[in-house]
């Protein structure tokens, strides 16, 4: 018998990998990872179960299906084939971590004041809760010995999306199934974010790649202006961070001083349709791909409150169209920018968030191979 010569799809994006980065960053990501990934057996999907907040039902009295990150898991699990332990699982950003872009005065009020974990996720009952309580259930769960300075979920979602930076430096592509808290920076946390974990994975990577990491292009399609990464990028001065900002401009947070910090800004309305949405869209990525030609990374924060009956987000892009938004720049990312993608899941308060990311997520992996030889998948060629 000859040997099967059946030829086995190679994602794309495995081309688009920096092997020269990863062979030197492996041992740089043990704060976050327990092992580097072998990219045979396990996908750059990073989920802890731990991204979920309980809150014996307070967190209900917000929009936000605190829980979606486990549904989005399930889904994937069920819908591709996806075994349990090809998922990568991060650990929690500590505090020498986070102080690399917030202040030490903030974090001692993030992680001590009740009124400031009540701010930043604006449940306003949480105000009369202990500290520690909050501690533990909305900033590090599951702790049985909880000490004050250990504040939880949101601690997860950073230590994910900072691996799922460096992931993308060995497969092309990696995903937080989580994180995307574009609102926090340096001195400050609002709507339902805490920290900067967009910016801090950014830091770290280029700290990291020696120099080879340098130019990234942040495309925040969230519908809230992403004020955060922007302020950040304002404080730091921060020349070879490239925004690309689609939003609506007619809510939360019009952070007018963030605005100078976004190279390319779409000022959207409520109610836009997914046609004109995907238009402008179309017409911003090829301005990036014009101006700032190829980047070393491409970060993308896809919120999906642009859904039609987002509560929060108010306006009107059909599953299709958010589905092919997805798609459209994860292929800016292959065919333009030629980088590395990293892509974290950000806002999204309808309640079929969690089943269009799913199947949003589905689509890509169809549409890009992504779950070909050397992703995740033992090569069957004999
Ligand atoms: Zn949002």
Known sequence: MHPSTATIKQCAFLHLRKPSVTSTICNEYKDVLDSWPDSKHQLPLVYSPKYNITFFGI??????DSAKFGKIVQALQTQCSIKSSQFVTPKEADLQMLSDVHTETYLNKILHSSWTVAQVTELAPLVSLPNWLLQWRVISPMRHHVLPHQISPMRYHVGGTMAAAGLAMEYGWAINLGGGMHHAYSSAGMGWCPFDDIYLAVRKLRKVSGGEVKRVLYIDLDAHQGNGVERDKLSHKDEDLIILDVFNAGIFPKDYEANPAINIAVELRSGVSGNSYLQHLEEALTKA???????????????????????????????QSVMKRDEMVWRHALEVARAPIVMVLSGGYSKNSAAVVTDSIRNLMEKFDLLSKGCGQQSHVT
């Open 59 to 64: 967190e209900k009295l917000h929009p936000f």
């Open 289 to 319: 791909g014009q101006d700032f030609g190829q980047p070393d990374l491409v970060f993308y924060n896809a919120g999906t409150d642009v859904l039609t009956g987002d509560p929060l987000g108010r306006m009107d892009v059909d599953v």
